[in-house]
């Protein structure tokens, strides 16, 4: 079962840069694709195939992937970026094919 | 605009059933693979199912057997029809579609609770 690793918590203060990452066997020969989720609301892609951008979603989201970490990287933070992020690959050796990381809190001081 | 609407939660006993729905808009429903993802209250998400334009399904051991997927492309719907729930199975239920291999829109989600 393909395993992805993610802190539990980030904190960052307004304006300075947010890195969120996620661990995972190889991952930098997958996809990673990332997901905010706000209280009571449902997931929104940010950030898919490693680093590329849904419309609509700030140029300051953006990601990266290389050998054993992916990582999100959130530019000129803000509070409304307050939310759970999750990663997410899809991996056929997995029970889960489809595989998320257990979620990291940003709190934005 | 792309729209996942679902509806079908409750409150079921465990051993019991419950058939979710979500209607699809805005987009050529039959062109995409479709999902549901799951998530227990306070934690994190899981993929619990996903069928294929082809019609194919997928389950992970954790619902195979008891949860089965479908689609009705002709009324742009999707299906999960759950089955010997457990306590375990309470979560919100998303139906979400997939585009390439990230999940691009979601429904809002439908509550599902097993409990005496």
């Known amino acids: 079962s393909y395993v992805l690793t993610q802190p539990p918590s980030v904190s960052v203060a307004p304006g300075q840069t947010a890195r969120i990452t996620c661990g995972g066997n190889?991952?930098?020969?997958?996809?990673v694709h990332w997901y905010q989720q706000k209280p009571g609301q449902a997931p929104v892609l940010v950030v898919y195939?490693?680093?590329d951008r849904p419309s609509g979603i700030p140029e300051r989201f953006s990601g990266s992937n290389s050998g054993n970490t992916a990582t999100l990287t959130i530019s000129r933070v803000e509070a409304g970026d307050e939310a759970d992020y999750y990663c997410q690959v899809w991996d056929s050796t997995s029970d889960h094919f489809w595989v998320f990381g257990g979620g990291t809190k940003l709190t934005v001081l | 605009e792309v729209q996942l609407v679902e509806s079908g939660g409750g409150l079921v006993q465990p051993g019991g059933s419950l058939r979710l729905s979500c209607a699809a808009s805005g987009f050529t429903f039959r062109n995409y693979d479709m999902h549901w993802v799951r998530q227990v209250t306070g934690e994190g998400l899981e993929w619990v199912s996903a069928i294929a334009t082809t019609g194919d399904t997928y389950y992970p051991d954790s619902v195979k057997g008891r949860f089965t997927i479908s689609r009705e492309n002709a009324k742009n719907s999707l299906y999960l029809q759950m089955s010997n729930l457990r306590v375990g199975d309470t979560a919100v239920y998303y139906c979400?579609?997939?585009?390439?291999?990230?999940?691009?829109?979601w429904g809002q989600g439908t509550r599902v609770a097993v409990s005496s």
């Open positions: 979400t579609r997939l585009n390439s291999s990230a999940y691009d829109y």
């Open positions: 190889n991952i930098g020969s997958k996809s």
């Open positions: 195939d490693d680093s």
